[in-house]
């Protein structure tokens, strides 16, 4: 996937920031919520209002250098995200190199961050769902790595518990870097924020 070209001033853009997640206060803490996690985090440090109902979605907007943003969070579950992800690329006529999806990693260990400009869904269920809806794979994903199941545990049980007291201590270091990493692809672009955000922020 190409930059594109850093000119806010002269040809404003519109940018759509995805998180993935599961609806429900039950889910709220969940690892598999890290995406929503992540969108609220950037929403805080950006003072963006999240309060409309778009696509089954909740979604919200601001300007980052005179570009629109974009923030949803889709309300279909995660194995349905992509119903709401591809209604409001359509909407909004976002060109794919301007979205951005966020999403839990089980094969990231906890800690990790990684930015990637295409690629499959890597067994996730939400980002395959997001993938068919488009019809390509050709668009950003903003991966937080969530680590693998202990022992035997069913990786489904695994995603749809909260972290754990020791993770929860690193969260709030990992979801800043993580809104970092947003700001970044949408002032400076794909590949310098993959050269400066991916890999491990705990041993930082």
Not at 73 to 94: C, D, E, H, W
Not at 124 to 147: C, P, Y
Request: hydrophobic share 35%.
């Amino acid at each position: 996937m190409c930059d594109f070209p850093v000119d806010a001033a002269n040809n404003p853009r519109t940018f759509l920031i995805v998180g993935l997640g599961n609806p429900g206060r039950q889910y709220r803490l969940t690892r598999h919520n890290v995406g929503f996690m992540v969108v609220d985090r950037f929403c805080n440090e950006t003072n963006i209002s999240m309060q409309r109902l778009q696509s089954e979605a909740i979604i919200g907007s601001g300007v980052i250098d005179m570009d629109k943003i974009i923030v949803a969070k889709p309300q279909t579950f995660m194995n349905l995200s992509g119903k709401s992800v591809g209604a409001l690329v359509r909407f909004y006529k976002i060109p794919l190199e301007q979205l951005l999806v966020i999403h839990d990693d089980l094969d990231l260990p906890f800690g990790t961050i990684r930015i990637r400009g295409s690629g499959g869904s890597g067994g996730q269920k939400g980002l395959k769902s997001v993938i068919e809806h488009l019809g390509t794979e050709q668009f950003a994903r903003l991966r937080i790595g969530i680590g693998r199941p202990p022992g035997r545990m069913d990786p489904v049980e695994y995603v749809l518990h909260e972290f754990d007291p020791a993770e929860q201590e690193s969260l709030y270091q990992i979801l800043s870097r993580a809104s970092q990493a947003v700001e970044s692809f949408i002032r400076y672009g794909l590949t310098k924020t993959m050269n400066q955000y991916n890999g491990s922020i705990l041993n930082e």
